[in-house]
């Protein structure tokens, strides 16, 4: 499996082909990654969770601090500057007061939230999170992450935190440090130490902040994390070191054991197909165009994309079936296709390996028929039992146009559109 769960307080995120996998990403809204880091003993500001003006009131007067900070949970990033349907601006509030909690609260709940990030209508925020604010007096960057060139787990950090850590590298190597774990001994109480120096904390922080990191390596083992991110880890005026914010990625190959973690995923603000496609282990994701792409393999999912460019198309989504597909799967990933109203064409472009093109001939005519296929469909099928899924095709009586290759398949879609 790639590496394809990923859960973070902020931030948007970018596809990869090795990044897709027949799970969705895991989306975990800020409060429940907070949640994650305090019951492994790292320290985060004081917080409630609120889904009511009322229950935000109360939040605010029970935490009882000099200064409140109320942000509205959602999976987008770009929140404090987005903009509510209520009128309220920012999804991110400051206040010494907890009756002002109140009343911004009632603005946020139940209205939708617009961000850079967020589709054009704005996502409708349900819970908000109310939090004591705390001064940050310097911020660092640290992270814990699997590495393949060390065969394990690696700490990297920076005095240079609050920022984008690739600009950092790129413009100030000397100020990025890394130590390697061992796997089986874990973190050395040297290493630790060694690396908050290095962060720039001193005195009696310098053992504070080990003792931090020794905690989030702690919540990385637990949650069979490949990547445990804080940015920042910042020092407080009151000499306290804090996590103020993080992104947290999961191995899904351990969601058999850490069932308590999935099952926080908050699939409200995620694309209905790609949920739908996700319950059939296939990989979907919509783009923009009007050609429709059904193929097995990532690599030659995209091949299929490009290829469609090439000859003046443009791809529909992006739709993979796997490898271990069934006739069942077939039948739903054509369901998902004719459903999205820009479809004008389905290219099939199948390469059987572990595939048995004749399980997907047969999934295609049950499709056909069943759904009565509109759209003109153009497939090319070649390796394992394609002899006997081309007979299928070809018997069916259905107008299938069939292609000897992929580029003759891009052109045969695209022709078919302009007709």
Same mark, same amino acid.
């Given at each position: 499996h790639a590496l394809s769960v990923v859960c973070r307080c902020r931030g948007n995120l970018t596809l990869t082909c090795t990044q897709l996998n027949p799970r969705r990403w895991l989306n975990l809204q800020e409060y429940q990654s907070k949640k994650l880091m305090q019951e492994s003993g790292v320290a985060v500001q004081r917080f409630y969770v609120a889904d009511t003006a009322s229950e935000a009131l109360e939040a605010a007067k029970r935490l009882n601090a000099k200064e409140i900070v109320l942000k509205a949970q959602i999976l987008a990033g770009g929140r404090g500057k987005g903009v509510f349907d209520s009128g309220?601006?920012?999804?991110?509030?400051?206040?010494?007061?907890?009756?002002?909690?109140?009343?911004?609260? #009632?603005?946020?709940l139940g209205f939708n939230l617009t961000t850079k990030q967020t589709p054009k209508d704005g996502v409708k925020v349900k819970t908000v999170m109310v939090a004591e604010a705390l001064d940050i007096s310097r911020e660092t960057y640290f992270a814990i992450l699997m590495d393949r060139a060390c065969n394990g787990p690696v700490m990297v950090g920076s005095p240079q935190g609050g920022m984008d850590i690739e600009e950092v590298a790129a413009k100030s190597p000397e100020l990025i440090?890394?130590?390697?774990?061992?796997?089986?001994?874990?973190?050395?109480?040297?290493?630790?130490?060694?690396?908050?120096?290095?962060?720039?904390?001193?005195?009696?922080? !310098?053992?504070?902040?080990?003792?931090?990191?020794?905690?989030?390596?702690? +919540?990385?083992?637990?949650?069979?994390?490949?990547?445990?991110?804080? #940015?920042?880890?910042?020092?407080?005026?009151?000499?306290?070191?804090?996590?103020f914010d993080a992104k947290i990625n999961f191995d899904d190959n351990a969601e058999f054991r850490q069932k308590a973690v999935f099952a926080m995923d908050d699939m409200t603000e995620s694309d209905p197909t790609e949920t739908e496609a996700a319950k059939w282990d296939l990989k979907y994701i919509g783009m923009d165009g009007?050609?429709?792409?059904?193929? #097995?393999?990532?690599?030659?999912?995209?091949?299929?994309?490009?290829?469609?460019?090439?000859?003046?198309?443009k791809p529909a989504n992006f739709l993979d079936l796997g490898g271990g597909v069934k006739e069942r799967q077939v039948y739903e990933a054509f369901k998902?296709?004719?459903?999205?109203?820009?479809?004008?064409?389905?290219?099939?472009? /199948?390469?059987?390996?572990?595939? #048995?093109?004749?399980? /997907?001939?047969?999934?295609?005519? $049950?499709?056909?028929?069943?759904?009565? +296929? $509109?759209?003109?469909?153009?497939?090319?099928?070649?390796?394992?039992?394609?002899? !006997?899924? $081309?007979? /299928?095709?070809? !018997?069916?009586g259905l107008p299938i146009?069939?292609?000897?290759? +992929?580029?003759?398949?891009?052109?045969?879609?695209?022709?078919? /559109?302009?007709?």
């Open positions: 309220l601006k920012g999804g991110v509030h400051l206040t010494k007061d907890p009756a002002v909690v109140g009343e911004l609260a #009632n603005k946020m440090f890394k130590e390697v774990i061992d796997i089986f001994e874990g973190v050395r109480d040297d290493q630790a130490l060694r690396m908050a120096a290095n962060l720039g904390f001193k005195g009696p922080l !310098e053992r504070q902040a080990a003792d931090q990191i020794k905690r989030l390596y702690d +919540l990385f083992l637990k949650v069979d994390a490949t990547q445990v991110e804080v #940015n920042p880890l910042g020092e407080t005026p009151e000499g306290q070191v804090v996590c009007n050609i429709a792409c059904f193929v #097995n393999g990532a690599g030659l999912a995209m091949a299929t994309c490009d290829i469609i460019d090439l000859h003046g198309g998902l296709l004719t459903a999205d109203p820009k479809v004008e064409a389905i290219l099939v472009n /199948i390469f059987g390996g572990i595939v #048995n093109c004749a399980i /997907i001939a047969n999934g295609i005519t $049950k499709a056909c028929r069943e759904l009565e +296929l $509109k759209v003109p469909l153009v497939v090319r099928l070649e390796g394992t039992n394609v002899h !006997e899924a $081309k007979r /299928i095709l070809s !018997e069916s146009t069939a292609a000897d290759d +992929l580029d003759d398949a891009a052109k045969k879609a695209v022709a078919a /559109i302009k007709k």
